[in-house]
Structure formats: structure tokens, C-alpha cells
């Protein structure tokens, strides 16, 4: 008998073991963002520590919090689909690309906005005062061809100005570099690159340049604010990990609400985080621009997914914008 119950103690413990494995969340959180004032919440989630401080209330402590840097969405989807990543930041466009081609398998969806920001295509070249002025003499950076928020406006943009079938016709003119990288060419009379479709804080630091002007705004091709940056990860990944997950949530939450409580605190940790050379009267100037909002709500983006669909960048097509989301953001009065 003390044999028998040994063993069934022996039994019982592996047993829950094995349940509390199962149920063990994850030990290392990857987190990636790119670059401007846009992820601002975020530069605050990792300074401040707050996804770690909300993991911890909800018992899961000692979780180590990793922030990555990426150029573009669409290198940060390829690392989301090999694991080693476990929220993505962006653009529009490369969620809904990502969200089409997972659904079934990884079923990526968004877990909330950023912001909603304007995206100005500015250019040094003077002869540009419509997108239809572009020439194959002009090179237009962007942070990813063909895929980026910027690229799909872009196309947008053009279908308008060219008519059906014109969407692609901007296209070859376009070239992936990074924000910093885009903007250093653009001000270089020897670049070949004419043009940025950028995001702030670039697009105003450019328009300081009296040789430079915007040819495009987003908001006039949207007819409206629009969400420029979400964040997104797998289904996987929220079902396995609930609390790490909640703290995310949680955390961008508070960033959020730190930003509009008070901008001038803002402008200066973003200037603080990013190293930014840029005065804090600038940055100030930027968030406090009406057209310029932190927030989770999603804004305008059906748009962006019913034209991808229309084009055929994409075969899926939501009936509503919460087959894009999570739950946690449907109770908001997203669009």
C-alpha cells in the first residue's frame, strides 16, 4: 500500500507538472518598432518598463522585455513567422497583407492602433507638383516598394490621378530605405533619391528645407484621419500567453494616456529616447497638430483593405474592421 500510494503521488506530481508547463508563459517578450515619433508609445513602454510592471501584477514576474528595431514591416513579418518575434509594429498595409495570407494558420490580426497621422510624399525636385510630374529621372524612398503604408497610398494615390489599371504605374520609381537613411538622400543634391514618402517627425524636419515641398498628403487620398501605425502578432501567441498578452495591452494603454495628459513631458521623452536633434518647440508643435492623435482606435482602415482587395494585393476581404482586431479594441469606435 505505501508503495501504491507513492507511486501515485510520483504519478500526480508529474502530472501537474506537465499542466503548469502547458499553461507557462513566455519567459522573454520580443517586441519590434521602427522609427519616428509615430511609436512614441512604445519608446515610452520600453523606457518606462511598463509592459514588465503590468506582467508582474498579473503574476508573471521576472518576464525580460526585448525591443528590436526594423526598417520595415515587411522584415518584421518574416521574423513574426519564424518565431522570433512576438509582436510586430507598422503600417497599415503589412498587417492586412500578413492578415490575408495567415488566416487559417497563424491568423495574425492587429491587437491595436498607434495613431493616426498624415503621410506626406515630399520631393526637392521643383518641377513635381502632382504625382503625375514624376519622371523615370525621379527616385522615390519609401520604407518597403509595394507593401509599406506609404506604397499602397502611393497606389491609391495614382489609381486617381491615372485612372483604373494606373495604381502600379508609380511603382518602379520606388525604393525601400529606412526613414533616416531616406531623408539624409533626399537632402543630398547628389542623391539619386528626389523624393520621401516619409512620417513625422521626418516629413516636417524636411519641410524646414526651403528647397523642399509635399506633393502628396495621405489624409486628402484617405478623405480623412487614418490610422498610419498598428500593432499585431499570432493568435498563437494571445492564446498561449493571456496575461502576457493583457499586460501589452495594458501597457500601450497607460503609454497612450501618458502622450495626451501631457504633451510637453511627451516631447521631451521622445527627444530623450530617440536622441533626436530636433528642438522640443518642434516636437511640441508636432503633437499638438489637431490632424496629429494618439490613439487605439482604428480610423479609415477598410479603406486601405478594400483597395488592396480591389487590386488584388490581397484574395481576403473583411466584412467588418474587427476581423482585423483582437477583441480588446471592439468595444472602440474603429472604422
Known amino acids: 500500500m505505501q508503495v501504491r500510494s507513492k507511486l501515485s503521488f510520483v504519478v500526480g506530481s508529474v502530472l501537474l507538472c506537465a499542466t503548469v508547463a502547458s499553461h507557462a508563459e513566455v ?3 520580443k517586441i519590434a518598432e521602427q522609427y519616428g515619433i509615430s511609436y512614441l508609445p512604445m519608446m515610452i513602454m520600453e523606457e518606462q518598463k511598463l509592459v514588465e510592471k503590468h506582467a508582474k501584477e ?12 526594423f526598417a520595415g514591416g515587411n522584415v518584421m513579418n518574416d521574423a513574426l513567422l519564424s518565431n522570433s518575434l512576438h509582436f ?12 490575408a495570407k495567415t488566416r487559417g494558420s497563424y491568423d ?7 495613431n493616426s497621422m498624415p503621410l506626406y510624399l515630399n520631393t526637392r525636385n521643383p518641377k513635381v507638383k502632382t504625382i503625375k510630374d514624376f519622371t523615370e529621372k525621379d527616385k522615390i524612398a519609401l520604407p518597403a516598394v509595394r507593401v509599406s503604408i506609404q506604397a499602397v497610398t502611393l497606389q491609391m494615390a495614382a489609381e486617381k490621378a491615372f485612372g483604373p489599371g494606373g495604381e502600379h504605374k508609380l511603382d518602379p520609381l520606388t525604393v525601400s530605405m529606412s526613414h533616416p537613411d531616406a531623408q539624409a538622400a533626399l537632402l543630398s543634391p547628389t542623391s539619386e533619391i528626389t523624393a520621401h514618402f516619409s512620417a513625422p517627425p521626418f516629413q516636417y524636419q524636411q519641410l524646414e528645407n526651403p528647397g523642399i515641398h509635399t506633393v502628396l498628403n495621405s489624409y486628402d487620398v484617405l478623405g480623412g484621419p487614418a490610422s498610419f501605425n498598428l500593432v499585431w502578432t499570432t493568435s498563437k501567441f494571445r492564446e498561449e500567453n493571456p ?5 501589452f495591452v495594458k501597457a500601450l494603454d497607460e503609454a497612450v494616456t501618458m502622450i495626451n495628459r501631457d504633451k510637453k513631458w511627451a516631447a521631451e521623452a521622445y527627444l530623450r529616447i530617440s536622441k533626436d536633434k530636433d528642438k522640443l518647440d518642434d516636437i511640441l ?6 490632424n496629429v492623435k494618439y490613439t487605439t482606435t482604428p480610423e479609415n482602415v477598410l479603406k486601405y483593405v478594400t483597395f488592396m482587395n480591389k487590386v ?3 484574395k481576403a476581404k473583411p466584412a467588418s474592421w474587427k476581423d482585423l482586431f483582437f477583441p480588446n479594441v471592439h468595444a472602440l469606435p474603429g472604422s
Open 88 to 99: 510586430a509594429s507598422g503600417g497599415v498595409a503589412p498587417l492586412v497583407t500578413l492578415w
Open 243 to 247: 496575461k502576457v498578452y493583457a499586460a
Open 285 to 290: 508643435k508636432m503633437l499638438n497638430d489637431p
Open 27 to 29: 519567459a522573454e517578450l
Open 312 to 314: 488584388g494585393s490581397i
Open 108 to 114: 495574425i490580426k492587429a491587437v491595436a492602433a498607434l
Open 58 to 69: 498579473a503574476g508573471v514576474g521576472g518576464l525580460k522585455v526585448t525591443w528590436a528595431k
